[in-house]
């Protein structure tokens, strides 16, 4: 076989192994992107859209999350955590790391890598990462319990069937400002979905459970399992005390 004529057939081999390949997700995600996705919703600020919000937090049980002083939790069995909620830390456990995080100021986090101290660069690289888990992972517990933060509007949609949802946006703080999420509830007022329009999801409007929950010790009412299309979103054994 002539050089050029092997070359052509390597050519033609890889290139249909790649097809063979990313067709399928190509295919898949082009489905679920024209199936899901949803352009944002418009809503009105104002009294209705907080009294909702309101509605949320005492379903919840707010008062007792406010007192909340330690929350543990892992996330997807691959994070896990231990928030001393009245100290503004937390320990962020991954892999051989663990950063004891100190959310009132970056700077004064410290980083351990299996239990040896780490500071210079690679420690500022952990915390770094550390942050971000952390926004993230706890979002995904203590969600609800954030609408009132600082930088946070809300905004009351109708829905089609004609039941009222919260647009909840996140202008400032977090990992990704400018997020946004639409929660949705059962007649008492606790959030059994929301859908999202996020800058690190490729499709907006995608919808999550939050129907799993549990009522800790300290009284708050937080979630151990979200669904995600067919993707499952465990927080193991939560935990939260006084």
Excluded at 27 to 42: A, M, Q, R, S, V
Excluded at 79 to 100: I, L, M, P, T
Aim: charge should be neutral; include cysteine.
């Amino acid at each position: 076989m002539k050089p050029k004529s092997k070359s052509k057939k390597i050519f033609k081999i890889v290139t249909g192994v790649i097809i063979f390949l990313t067709l399928p997700s190509i295919l898949f995600f082009g489905f679920i992107f024209f199936k899901y996705n949803e352009d944002l919703p418009t809503g009105i600020q104002g009294e209705k859209a907080d009294a909702l919000a309101y509605k949320m937090l005492e379903s919840l049980n707010y008062e007792a999350y406010k007192n909340t002083n330690y929350i543990e939790w892992t996330f997807n069995k691959r994070h896990h955590f231990e928030w001393k909620k009245s100290e503004n830390k937390c320990d962020v456990f991954w892999k051989e790391y663990r950063v004891n995080l100190n959310l009132e100021d970056y700077a004064l986090s410290k980083v351990y890598v299996h239990s040896f101290k780490m500071k210079g660069e690679m420690a500022e690289e952990l915390i770094e990462k550390a942050i971000k888990i952390f926004n993230n992972d706890s979002f995904w517990l203590v969600a609800p319990y954030k609408v009132f933060d600082e930088g946070v509007e809300r905004r009351l949609v109708k829905l089609d069937n004609n039941e009222e949802a919260l647009l909840v946006t996140y202008t400032t703080g977090g990992t990704t400002p400018g997020d946004s999420y639409l929660w949705m509830f059962d007649e008492t007022g606790k959030p059994r979905s929301f859908k999202m329009w996020t800058s690190l999801l490729p499709i907006d409007g995608l919808e999550a459970t939050w129907n799993d929950w549990v009522t800790t010790e300290s009284g708050a009412q937080l979630p151990t399992f979200h669904k995600l299309l067919v993707i499952g979103i465990e927080m193991g054994a939560v935990k939260g005390t006084i």
